[in-house]
């Protein structure tokens, strides 16, 4: 499967953003998925995950009540809604998918599939 992220700006602290990413190759209801980011300097951490059906959601504590991830595999694409942004969200956000559809997998590892990550930047 080949995942396409898109969606990142520059914002300013307190705004939104959603995040798209888009599916092609495969059908993503075979996958569990996830977003990850990277700051500069930083390694890449997990964010947001999303079991194959949409019916199980879990975030890193950093994200909890300001972000949503959601699916809609019939359009084969996944969601990272961003409210009430920090400038510690700033960094790349990637998109990812698992061969693990049933599990709440965080770790890098675990994703063997990737998108090539989209910029989100958050102003004070």
């Known amino acids: 499967v080949q995942l396409q992220a898109s969606g990142g700006g520059l914002v300013q602290t307190g705004d939104s953003l959603r995040l798209s990413c888009e599916a092609s190759g495969h059908t993503l209801s075979s996958y569990g998925l996830g977003w990850f980011r990277q700051a500069p300097g930083k390694e890449r951490e997990f964010v947001a995950g999303?079991?194959?059906?949409?019916?199980?959601?879990y975030y890193v504590d950093s994200v909890k009540g300001r972000f949503t991830i959601t699916r809609d595999n019939a359009k084969n694409t996944m969601y990272l809604q961003m409210n009430t942004l920090k400038p510690e969200d700033t960094a790349v956000y990637y998109c990812a998918a698992s061969d693990h559809p049933y599990e709440k997998r965080r770790n890098v590892a675990a994703f063997t599939h990737w998108g090539q990550g989209t910029l989100v930047t958050v102003s004070s």
């Open positions: 999303i079991n194959w059906s949409g019916t199980s959601t």
